[in-house]
């Protein structure tokens, strides 16, 4: 129903149409997208830009299988997967249209050329992503500690032992009883133990 016919009436509301939410990408969608940006730089950017085009291509294939653990509607893994589909071929892509001698000696913002701010962004990106990967690091180090105190709570040191290995103050096999002086458990250093005579 159009605005015209809201403010005077005439005509039935039309149903409200459900907007389409289109799926998020996939594994194999984030990694293509990055690969395909970093082919089309290849042989035609300026080492500058491959250079810092890789770091931020690698950090992306280490960071998709742990996006995951960003948890569902995470700022952070939105940050991977839109600097991925969107933020790294929009830059790289708007550079690789203008003309080459264009891009690289004509000064367009701020004292810089084209490859300047092409550069800083990609700085930028890669900064940015490596502060996301080392978060989720930290969170795993984190976790392994924690189990790792787990653990020691749940088994201690006494509760962990092996067939055949002795705790501090066990009685060996053949070993003789400490008589009642003896200075610490299972040591013979007090009053001899009897022997037949």
Excluded: N
Aim: charge should be negative.
């Amino acid at each position: 129903m159009g605005w015209w016919q809201r403010i005077f009436g005439g005509g039935r509301p039309e149903e409200e149409q459900p907007v389409a939410v289109p799926a998020p990408p996939t594994t194999e969608q984030i990694v293509t997208s990055v690969d395909a940006v970093l082919a089309r730089a290849s042989g035609k950017a300026p080492a500058a830009v491959t250079a810092r085009v890789q770091r931020v291509v690698e950090t992306v294939h280490e960071m998709v299988p742990r996006l995951d653990r960003l948890g569902p509607g995470s700022q952070q893994a939105h940050t991977v997967v839109a600097t991925a589909t969107s933020y790294l071929p929009e830059a790289v892509d708007a550079y690789l249209r203008l003309p080459r001698d264009f891009a690289d000696r004509r000064v367009v913002d701020r004292g810089k050329t084209s490859l300047l701010i092409l550069c800083d962004q990609l700085d930028l990106l890669g900064a940015t992503l490596d502060k996301i990967s080392d978060a989720v690091s930290r969170a795993d180090a984190v976790a392994l500690v924690a189990h790792g105190r787990f653990l020691e709570e749940k088994f201690g040191t006494s509760g962990l032992t092996l067939p055949g290995q002795v705790q501090p103050g066990q009685i060996q096999p053949g070993q003789a009883l400490p008589g009642p002086g003896a200075t610490g458990p299972g040591t013979a250093s007090g009053p001899a133990p009897l022997e037949a005579p």
